[in-house]
Nanobody, 127 residues
């Protein structure tokens, strides 16, 4: 299984970026796909998730109203549209996938684990 994240870059505060996570290697029905981020010296933070089959979404408090997660099941890809970016959004963003029954992993991935992780993509927001 591969999760390939892309779309990171450098943007000014107030700008937008769209991250993509291309998934391959298995069928993801029954899975939840999403994003975490980790800034230097900080713990990994939950950003957003989406159920693969139905499309139900959930967001971390710090990104609600600014970020939107979506998926294209025909392309096996999950997207994270990030608007009104702030310098505090600067981090490495990681795509992840976990079985839908393992809900608590999204709140504490270090403790409960995730089934699959992608390599990170750097997002830098300048002030």
């Amino acid at each position: 299984v591969q999760l390939q994240a892309s779309g990171g870059g450098l943007v000014q505060a107030g700008g937008s970026l769209r991250l993509s996570c291309a998934a391959s290697g298995r069928a993801f029905s029954g899975y939840v796909m999403g994003w975490f981020r980790q800034a230097p010296g900080k713990e990994r933070e939950f950003v957003a998730r989406i159920t693969w089959s139905v499309g139900t979404t959930d967001y971390g408090d710090s990104v609600k109203g600014r970020f939107t997660i979506s998926r294209d099941t025909t392309k096996n890809t999950v997207y994270l549209q990030m608007n009104n970016l702030e310098p505090e959004d600067t981090a490495v963003y990681y795509c992840a996938a976990n079985h839908i029954t393992a809900d608590r992993s999204w709140r504490d991935p270090e403790r409960y684990g995730m089934d699959y992780w992608g390599e990170g993509t750097q997002v830098t927001v300048s002030s």
